[in-house]
């Protein structure tokens, strides 16, 4: 029975690896090959925020500014230095980092829904130099011409091959959240997360690893960034907005804030739902705000929260799912293997 | 003109639009004093609200042409009527983290800009003054009789609503509730009819400040946004739950856009008054005239 | 852990399962190079002809993308009316951005490769149209936008067209009016931050520059704001004759209408948001009253084809068309007439033949199309008078 169930689960695995790694060759047409890529790029967002907010309870409203910043890298150094993308990349994720560490540290001193303002009020100041600092930006219109990728000599020039790209990256910075997750540091955010007071006692240096957990989300949203940046050849600030970061969180909760899969499961269902009821227009949104109020009401954990809740009572039993009994702790805690 | 009159006029037109922010930022806060819930979509209520006073005086309603006084009232009453419904339907969220409530709220406030867009269109209009438009000029200041208006009916509303609230039986027993659920339930107070007043009052207070402002700005459902942030913005500055703390927070915030885009740079308006607001907020954590914090959340 | 993974995985297939139409032929090879595969090797005779419009339909730009949308559904339906083309007729998809460019590239790449259209219509807002512009020179259809930022035709691409005249050509043909008509020597500028205003405001200050003139002061807003006491209290420290305004018709209303209040008596000027109706409904027929602003076009200008436009237009939409109406209608017209002579009819041969179009009338004046992309120079000054957009005529 178990060892069936095991087996099953590969199969279901390796179909699934098989089905996403010949994605680009199946789909019908580039646009449903650029909306993947599109939503793999608020996947890694997703996980950033994740990790800050869901894992260490860090508010962050600031997203954009850091997803701004990693494009806005790329962007300068390959129009104007012809720099190629993977040096653009471990820059980008720096110069993110750096912001969202510097982001951090107001938060050290303020606390809930005043730490919300203040992350808007810090994305909206750097949103507003986007605009104004036209000898370093070049003001609202944006930078065109960006290059797309050249690697190994193959150049990475249509949806489909940069699907690659995307998807090396998603699965990378999932691979990385899980092993942070694990870690040391994943249980220091957790215990932040679910009392510092307790956590100082305990010895963690709360300050040290309330930075470290918004400088890991400016990482995150840095690579978003410099991918971005490459993948659409073309940027502007008006794309780095509030809104945006609004979406992230917004797929973040409902995949499920405090779980890595929730954000792959947000970040994927989110987007492409939206393009996919696109024609309904204004009732889309209604309905999508509709959604949203269903989803904090009826199912705080988000999509991957309610999968697990149906499991734990024992309700609908998917075959790879594992019998209540022989259930590993929840996900957030950090022994997971 | 001499420079004081043009610092005078610079923080006249900053007060203006302060007294709207602060009108915004009371909604906030007694909602948030009295429910513990951080409304993000009193942005779009207050839209709403505008709208429904609006549509009175223009008209839009079978023709019928009303004078602005009672489409005000009409419009207050109309938005405390939506804010009653709204509470009941709000109520689950209040018990909520704050990352949820929030994202309930401006799901809320989705459904109410894109209701507002199907209902009105998103064009919207510019809204004739029921007041002349020549300026009074005071001392080489010019007074625009509809801001004097906004000023001195939001003041009016201001201290109206803490003589309410320190004098009358039931804004006792809602600042009771306020402080102390449990104990004012206890107590025989109905805390969630004193709730469903406070949502009320806070939506008629938004609805009074897009009916005042709107021949001075400009109708369509897109307004929700920047107010929302910036009443926002004020009711935390001024420490969120604390009514005079939304007053002077409302102010401040006015004045500072106004001043920096007179005096300092006209393009970083916004930047500027959102960084003076988190240095506050580093100095001052719990705001200008923060409670100590009662961590509601 | 892998449970969620495995479901994430699951929800990856169910849902590229369901954005793609079942309809939709599957190109098993679709490998990465097969840039032109838009243009269909052999087109069905029978089946109407795809132009995309992507715009702004909701939020506050919803009016520029509502614009757009009534007037090049004007034109397709008088052709449609008269038999289509090549026999085939026409038929419109309408997509919402949310003027978000990342929306715009998504719909840009779907109107390239799921509805295959033989051109689009994307977008007026300038950060879109640009976002835009290396998909559809990618998929080599041809892109057309009415957004006035002179950068758009300046990216290389063969497949943009500006259906109106540059920004600078408003701005042009306004500073030259204020100052050698008018006589006017102090100008102070306030325009937005926004792709737009800034725009304007370069312009403006580059016709200055080039009457040997400099503004005596430049003032900035956010696109949200609404009370500009602090900038027009320190332009009218300054003591300017104009005021020129650079910005959206709602904003350009507004800040006319407290510069009067503030005791601004001299002249407000500005380029094509303030030659619309909403500016003057914004700012108050009296205070709009003697404003100078440059336009495309007008609709009480005098020739036969802009009558015969505004009448089917008010029959059609109900309502008196303005500059966007009318340059989205000359857009789809120069389209149109394009794809009459393309053979066989591809996008890329529609594009070939827009840009051999020289003096064709349309209701902007005579369209010459240059290699960049610009399809028409040359604005014309007019004014308010009696709370109404008129043609300047002298006193």
């Known amino acids: 029975m178990k060892n069936r169930s095991r087996m099953l689960k590969w199969i279901l695995l390796a179909v699934g690896a098989l089905v996403l790694l010949a994605y680009p060759l199946i789909a019908p047409n580039r646009y449903t090959v650029h909306i993947v890529n599109m939503a793999g790029i608020w996947i890694l967002m997703s996980l950033g925020l994740n990790l800050a907010m869901g894992y260490c309870g860090q508010i962050n409203l600031a997203l954009g500014a850091f997803w701004g910043v990693g494009a806005y890298t790329a962007a300068l150094l390959s129009t104007r230095f012809g720099v190629p993308i993977w040096i653009n990349l471990p820059l980008g994720m720096a110069l993110a980092g750096l912001t969202g560490a510097l982001i951090a540290l107001p938060m050290l001193k303020v606390r809930s829904h005043y730490l919300a303002l203040v992350t808007i009020g810090l994305a909206e100041t750097i949103n507003i130099i986007m605009v104004n600092e036209t000898w370093l930006t070049e003001g609202p219109l944006g930078i065109s011409g960006i290059p797309m990728p050249n690697l190994f000599g193959i150049a990475f020039d249509g949806a489909e091959r940069f699907f690659y790209i995307i998807l090396f990256f998603v699965v990378l910075g999932f691979l990385v959240a899980r092993q942070i997750v694990n870690h040391r540091i994943g249980r220091a955010f957790i215990a932040i997360r679910d009392d510092e007071t307790a956590a100082r006692a305990m010895g963690v240096n709360v300050a040290f690893y309330q930075v470290l957990a918004n400088a890991i989300a400016g990482v995150y949203c840095g690579v978003a960034g410099v991918l971005y940046a490459h993948m659409s050849t073309y940027i502007s600030p008006d794309i780095f907005e509030f809104k945006n970061a609004l979406f992230v969180l917004t797929m973040t909760m409902v995949g499920g804030m405090g779980s890595l899969a929730g954000s792959i499961v947000g970040g994927l269902a989110l987007p492409l739902t939206q393009e996919w009821l696109r024609a309904i227009k204004h009732w889309q949104l209604v309905g999508f705000g509709l959604a949203i109020i269903i989803v904090v009401l009826f199912m705080p954990g988000g999509v991957v929260g309610l999968t697990q809740k149906i499991e734990q009572a024992g309700g609908i039993r998917l075959p790879w799912m594992r019998k209540p009994a022989e259930d590993k702790p929840q996900m957030e805690e950090p022994n997971v293997a | ?297 | 852990m892998k449970r969620s993974i495995l479901f994430a995985l699951v929800l990856v297939v169910v849902l590229a399962a369901c954005a793609s139409p079942t309809t939709a032929p599957a190109p098993a090879s679709s490998s990465a190079s097969s840039a032109s595969s838009a243009a269909s090797p052999k087109p069905a005779a029978s089946q109407p002809i795809k132009i995309a419009i992507i715009g702004a339909m909701s939020g506050t730009n919803a009016v520029l993308g509502d614009w757009m949308k009534k007037g090049v559904t004007l034109a397709v339906e008088e052709k449609n009316k008269a038999g289509g083309i090549q026999g085939r007729q026409i038929e419109i998809v309408v997509y919402d951005d949310e003027a978000d460019p990342t929306k715009s590239v998504n719909l840009a790449q779907k109107v390239a490769t799921e509805d295959k259209v033989m051109a689009a219509f994307a977008t007026t807002n300038s950060t879109s149209a640009l976002a835009d512009i290396p998909i559809f020179a990618q998929y080599k259809i041809p892109q057309l936008t009415n957004g006035t930022n002179v950068d758009i035709t300046n990216k290389g691409s063969a497949y943009i067209f500006r259906v109106t005249p540059a920004g600078p050509s408003f701005e042009d043909t306004l500073v030259d009016f204020l100052v050698k008509t008018k006589g006017f020597k102090k100008f102070a500028i306030i325009a937005d931050t926004s792709a737009y205003g800034k725009g304007e405001g370069d312009y403006q200050e580059a016709a200055l520059k080039r009457n040997g003139l400099s503004a005596l002061t430049r003032e900035a807003f956010g696109i949200d704001d609404k009370d500009f006491t602090g900038q027009l209290t320190k332009i009218l420290q300054t003591q300017p004759e104009v005021l020129l305004l650079g910005s959206s018709e709602v904003a350009s209303g507004l800040i006319a209408k407290q510069a009067r209040q503030l005791g601004f008596k001299g002249q407000i000027a500005g380029g094509a948001a303030v030659g619309t109706p909403k500016y003057i409904e914004t700012a108050g027929a009296e205070v709009a009253e003697g404003t100078i602003f440059t336009t495309p076009w007008l609709h009480d200008e005098g020739n036969e084809l802009s009558r015969k436009f505004v009448n089917a237009y008010k029959a059609r939409w109900n309502e008196t068309p303005e500059f966007h109406g009318a340059n989205t209608y000359d857009g789809a017209s120069l389209l149109l007439f394009a794809m009459e002579k393309a053979n066989p009819l591809t996008p890329e041969n529609v594009a070939a033949e827009m840009h051999k179009i020289s003096g064709f009338k349309g209701l902007q004046g005579t369209f010459n199309v240059n290699e960049k992309g610009e399809t028409i120079t040359g604005t014309l000054v007019g004014i308010v008078k009696g709370g109404q957009l008129t043609v300047y005529t002298g006193k």
């Not at chain 2, 009453?77 to 909520?96: D, K, Q, V």
């Not at chain 2, 029921?130 to 009789?145: D, F, K, Q």
């Not at chain 2, 600042?175 to 806070?202: C, K």
Request: hydrophobic letters at 60%; proline letters at 4%; glycine letters at 14%.
């Open chain 2, 1 to 297: 003109m001499t420079s004081l009159s043009i610092f005078l006029q610079t923080l006249v037109g900053g007060i203006g639009i302060g007294s709207l922010y602060a009108l915004v930022a009371l909604g906030y806060s007694m909602i948030y004093r009295s429910m513990g819930l951080v409304n993000f979509a009193h942005g779009s209520i207050y839209m709403i609200g505008t709208y429904f006073g609006i549509i009175w005086y223009r008209g839009m309603v079978m023709g019928l042409q009303v004078p602005y006084p009672i489409a005000f009232v009409i419009g207050i009453l109309l938005n405390a009527l939506l804010g009653l419904f709204l509470e009941r339907l709000f109520r689950p969220l209040a018990h909520l983290d704050l990352m949820l409530m929030l994202l309930g709220t401006i799901g809320l406030g989705y459904v109410l800009d894109n209701l507002a867009v199907i209902i009105w269109g998103a064009e919207g209009f510019a809204v004739k003054s029921p007041l002349p438009n020549e300026p009074i000029v005071i001392g080489g200041v010019a007074l625009l009789p509809q801001m004097l208006l906004l000023i001195v009916v939001s003041a009016l509303l201001m201290i109206g609503l803490n003589v309410f609230l320190a004098r009358s039986k039931m804004g006792k027993a809602m600042r009771a509730a306020a402080q102390d659920r449990e104990t004012a339930s206890a107590m025989g107070i109905p805390v969630n009819t004193t709730n469903a007043l406070v949502f009320a009052i806070g939506a008629g207070l938004a609805a009074a400040a897009g009916i005042l402002a709107a021949p001075i700005v400009y109708v369509n459902p897109a307004m929700s946004a920047a107010v929302g942030l910036k009443g926002f913005a004020a009711f935390i500055l001024g420490g969120a739950g604390s009514i005079p703390g939304a007053i002077v927070g409302g102010l401040v915030f006015g004045v500072l856009e106004a001043l920096s885009a007179g005096f300092v740079s006209s393009q970083y308006t916004k930047g500027i008054a959102f960084v003076v607001m988190i240095l506050v907020l580093m100095i001052k954590p719990a705001g200008i005239v923060g409670e100590v914090t009662v961590d509601k959340v």
